[in-house]
């Protein structure tokens, strides 16, 4: 099975900051890269898929990039809303889509 | 807008049987995507169970040797999960999803039911 890697497993920034997490598959996944985005007491909800592609309602201040084995989810200026668990997740392998083991965002 | 509801009992047995649906509602399941289960607990994180189409076609991740069933019932537009011989371990939330799988890199599991807490004891 593909293993999924992200760093930090928590963090705490500022409002304003710029914030990257980071997550790694243990082989090449092309672009079949997910980032969720999870609130206490809440379901995840999708931010971006296909590494990049931002869906439709998120704020532009979220941005994805990576290919292969290397990818980040960076917010460009931190909000209070963002306070969350970010969540990546691989789909090459199908059928078995795989999670990274969450980064915990928090405002100082 | 579609919307996703999990519902089924709370409180399982250990060895007994889990039986969740969830019930799909602001779109047909005979409309296409898959449908599926992921699940949450604090010693494993996000899981992938399983996804299931219109036509019955499953998928199952194979992690969980052949307990999960996934059906669909696209009359009553809803699907369900059944896992057997449940142990303290399958204590999770259970979240019933919709998934795109084209095959492609926009894979993913768009819309999330609100998730049901089920505790495994006895």
């Known amino acids: 099975d593909i293993q999924m890697t992200q760093s930090p497993s928590s963090l705490s920034a500022s409002i304003g900051d710029r914030v990257t997490i980071t997550c790694r598959a243990s082989?090449?996944?092309?672009?079949?890269l997910n980032w969720y985005q999870q609130k206490p007491g809440k379901a995840p909800k999708l931010l971006i898929s296909?590494?990049?592609n931002l869906q439709s309602g998120v704020p532009s201040r979220f941005s994805g990039s990576g290919s292969g084995t290397g990818f980040t989810l960076t917010i460009t200026s931190l909000q209070r809303e963002d306070s969350a668990t970010y969540y990546c997740?691989?789909?090459?392998?199908?059928?078995?889509?795989?999670f990274g083991q969450g980064t915990k965002v928090e405002i100082k | 807008q579609v919307q996703l509801q999990e519902s089924g009992p709370r409180l399982v047995k250990p060895s007994e049987t889990l039986s969740l649906t969830c019930i799909v509602s602001?779109?047909?399941?005979?409309?296409?995507?898959?449908w599926g289960w992921i699940r949450q607990s604090p010693g494993k994180g996000l899981e992938w169970i399983g996804s299931?189409?219109?036509?019955?076609?499953?998928y199952y991740n194979s992690s969980l040797q052949s307990r999960a069933t996934i059906s669909v019932d696209t009359s009553k537009n809803h699907f369900s999960l059944t896992l057997t011989s449940v142990t303290a371990a399958d204590t999770a939330i259970y979240y019933c999803?919709?998934?795109?799988?084209?095959?492609?890199?926009?894979?993913?599991?768009?819309?999330w039911g609100q998730g049901i807490l089920v505790t495994v004891s006895s």
């Open positions: 999803t919709r998934d795109l799988r084209n095959g492609y890199n926009t894979d993913s599991s768009d819309t």
């Open positions: 296909a590494a990049s």
């Open positions: 299931i189409n219109h036509s019955g076609s499953t």
């Open positions: 997740q691989q789909t090459y392998s199908a059928p078995t889509w795989t």
């Open positions: 082989q090449s996944i092309r672009r079949n």
């Open positions: 602001g779109f047909s399941i005979n409309n296409g995507h898959y």
